[in-house]
């Protein structure tokens, strides 16, 4: 009996403890990742010898222009609603147009009532104010949706604008990361490391269990071979899991 009500209580507090770390990871900050991309469309320029070339935006002269992209994905088990996005770039660069959609809906995003009343009613005193910013409302983001961002922007000393994306919006911080290269969706970097650890594993008992050498050195080829494969298999599980049990 004593030892029945031991199991009882150990299984209680294990329980417990599962749960509120778990309640914990649930709760827990939410973090976006987003990467930006830079195009150059085009440049101004001006040479003694080969003469000058002049770039026009709208009948307006610029020094350069860039189509910019912001991919912000939520790749968290907690669906997100009615949070505010900042697209802020460098003082010294400008946005001169922008659209915004969630790759999940056919609606365009559309600005937020600040933004979009000081737009409206510009005046010259914060001009520097509405063309180094965006402000758009997200109504969902749902887990594993991805917002796409497509900028015009230019700087008038030639350089490349830099952006960024805030968020003030209460367990919810963003991360700029670097663009990888991509295998079926997934950062081919990532999806090598995890195959390769999984290849690894698959080897070893491989070794163990297969008498011919010639059939085991055709596994475990196979297995370095479509390596990223099974990092790019293993990550897909992994989030059809995450978003599921979230």
Same mark, same amino acid.
């Given at each position: 009996m004593t030892e029945k009500i031991m199991i009882g209580v150990i299984t209680f507090v294990f329980g417990a403890v599962v749960t509120h770390l778990w309640d914990k990871v649930r709760k827990r900050i939410v973090?976006?990742?987003?990467?930006?991309?830079?195009?150059?469309?085009?440049?101004?320029?001006?040479?003694?010898?080969?003469?000058? /070339?002049?770039?026009?935006?709208?009948?307006?002269?610029?020094?350069?222009?860039?189509?910019?992209? *912001?991919? *912000?994905?939520?790749?968290?088990?907690? %669906?997100?609603?009615?949070?505010?996005?900042?697209? /802020?770039?460098?003082?010294?660069?400008? *946005? &001169?147009?922008?659209?915004?959609?969630?790759?999940?809906?056919?609606?365009?995003?559309?600005?937020?009532?600040?933004?979009?009343?000081?737009?409206?009613?510009?005046?010259?005193?914060? &001009?520097?104010? &509405?063309?180094?910013?965006? %402000?758009?409302?997200?109504?969902?983001?749902?887990?594993?949706?991805?917002?796409?961002?497509?900028?015009?922007?230019?700087?008038?000393?030639?350089?490349?604008?830099?952006?960024?994306?805030?968020?003030?919006?209460?367990g919810v911080k963003m991360r700029q990361v670097p663009k990888f290269q991509e295998l079926f969706g997934e950062p081919l970097p990532h999806s090598a490391l995890i195959g390769a650890i999984i290849a690894v594993s698959l080897c070893l008992p491989a070794v163990c269990f297969i008498d011919s050498k010639a059939v085991l050195v055709g596994a475990c080829v196979g297995f370095g071979l479509f390596a990223s494969l099974l990092g790019v298999l293993a990550i897909k599980v992994w989030k059809f899991l995450w978003k599921l049990i979230g």
């Open positions: 973090w976006l990742k987003y990467t930006v991309l830079h195009h150059a469309l085009g440049a101004s320029a001006q040479d003694a010898k080969f003469g000058s /070339v002049k770039l026009l935006y709208n009948d307006t002269p610029v020094v350069n222009l860039f189509m910019s992209t *912001i991919m *912000i994905s939520n790749e968290n088990s907690s %669906d997100l609603s009615n949070i505010d996005l900042n697209i /802020v770039c460098d003082q010294e660069s400008l *946005i &001169l147009i922008s659209h915004g959609r969630n790759m999940a809906s056919s609606n365009e995003l559309q600005l937020t009532t600040t933004y979009a009343a000081l737009l409206s009613n510009a005046k010259q005193e914060n &001009l520097g104010y &509405l063309f180094t910013r965006r %402000d758009y409302k997200i109504p969902v983001l749902n887990r594993g949706d991805k917002i796409e961002f497509a900028l015009v922007t230019t700087n008038p000393k030639g350089k490349q604008p830099y952006l960024t994306v805030n968020c003030d919006h209460a």
